[in-house]
């Protein structure tokens, strides 16, 4: 019944076409002459999680305290950043190492990940236009880990750090759900976590000698939950908030949390995706590993009751995370959002 419903959601969802980037495209966040003025962001607090209180089941009341602070930053940023996460500075410094290694290889050894094909759980590609410029590497990390098998010991880092912060990203939801008012591991048992789809985007933005191709990435919002991201050099990433564009400056061993789409869609907009972009720091190389934690892929994700009432209506239609990730052709490691096409 739930699949012949999401199938039927899918047929109506007009596709979009992929296009390349004009200097057209640019929009209002990045006009056409991508002034350095423009591409700025402001050094404004982002608000700060601390794990180790989260997870203090010993001390209610400190427990309650990162709760608030959860439940604030969800609510009035999308975004915030964790420290005291527990997870080994020394195993972050290693993600970093792996990936540039990863990113030196010569570029024949990095082409055989380069097909788009349905059954594809590794995917590698670079984009080197006037106003962008970035290669990456997506691999599917749960329910099933994969990895290229170069360069060595690559695949062996990436699934510990992968195994922890899926932990630190699941704790983060039952706070998120207390926050919510929701039933212990409501989320954990409707978007059937056990068997969440949780998949990697490895960045790599070489580093500028020109003010031109600064940006990495233009502004978007991304499918999944909750987005856990590491950066090797501070700067680069900035997030919406109320009209400014906000810089995150973060240290390598910090992980900066953004609200996704998938947890909007539960909460009825309660929560908000976070838009963001990426303006790229001109002297350094800069590394970046966003982690999208998702539902199951068969999991339907449409408002929560608790969120929908008479002057609440569901401002979302229910469809499969897998259904939504391969919208407009997308392929599942693509992680493209289309929440414009589900919006009520
Ligand atoms: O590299 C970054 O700072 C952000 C990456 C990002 O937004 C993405 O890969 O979706
Ligand atoms: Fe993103």
């Known amino acids: 019944m739930l699949t012949t419903c999401s199938k039927m959601v899918r047929q109506l969802l007009q596709p979009i076409e992929?296009?390349?980037?004009?200097?057209?495209d640019l929009g209002d966040a990045f006009p056409p002459n991508?002034?350095?003025?423009a591409l700025n962001g402001e050094d404004d607090e982002i608000p700060i999680v601390d794990y180790s209180m989260l997870?203090?089941?010993?001390n209610p009341a400190q427990r309650s305290s990162a709760i608030e602070n959860l439940s604030k930053a969800?609510?009035?940023y999308g975004f915030f950043i964790v420290k005291n996460h527990g997870i080994a500075d020394n195993l972050i410094t290693r993600v970093y190492e792996g990936l540039l290694a990863f990113f030196d290889l010569a570029e024949e050894?990095?082409?055989?990940?380069?097909t788009i094909s349905p059954s594809d759980r590794i995917r590698w590609g670079k984009g080197d236009t006037n106003h962008v410029s970035r290669e990456f590497l997506k691999i599917a990390a749960h329910p099933q880990f994969h990895c290229p098998t170069k360069p060595l010991g690559?695949?062996?880092?990436?699934?510990?750090?992968s195994q922890n912060l899926r932990e630190v990203g699941l704790e983060l939801l039952r706070g998120i759900e207390k926050s919510l008012g929701l039933e212990d591991l409501y989320i954990e048992k409707t978007m059937k976590l056990g068997t969440g789809y949780n998949f990697f985007t490895a960045n790599d933005y070489p580093q500028r000698l020109h003010s031109q191709k600064r940006i990495g990435q233009f502004p978007?919002?991304?499918p999944s939950l909750l987005i856990l991201l590491i950066q090797n050099v501070g700067g680069g990433l900035q997030l919406e908030h109320r009209g400014k564009w906000l810089n995150a400056n973060i240290e390598p061993s910090w992980i900066i949390v953004n609200v996704a789409d998938h947890?909007?869609?539960l909460t009825n907009g309660k929560y908000k995706s976070a838009l963001h972009r990426v303006v790229v720091n001109n002297e350094e190389r800069r590394v970046t590993l966003p982690m999208f934690l998702g539902p199951s892929l068969d999991a339907l994700v449409c408002p929560s009751p608790q969120f929908v009432d008479e002057n609440h209506p569901p401002r979302y239609v229910g469809i499969t995370y897998e259904d939504y990730l391969e919208a407009n052709q997308h392929h599942i490691i693509e992680g493209k959002s289309c929440m414009q096409q589900i919006r009520l």
């Open 109 to 114: 050894e990095k082409r055989q990940y380069e």
């Open 220 to 222: 978007h919002c991304d």
């Open 154 to 161: 690559l695949g062996e880092v990436l699934q510990e750090y």
């Open 263 to 265: 947890l909007e869609i």
């Open 18 to 24: 992929e296009k390349a980037i004009t200097s057209s």
């Open 55 to 58: 997870i203090n089941f010993d």
């Open 74 to 76: 969800c609510l009035n």
């Open 34 to 37: 991508c002034t350095d003025d």
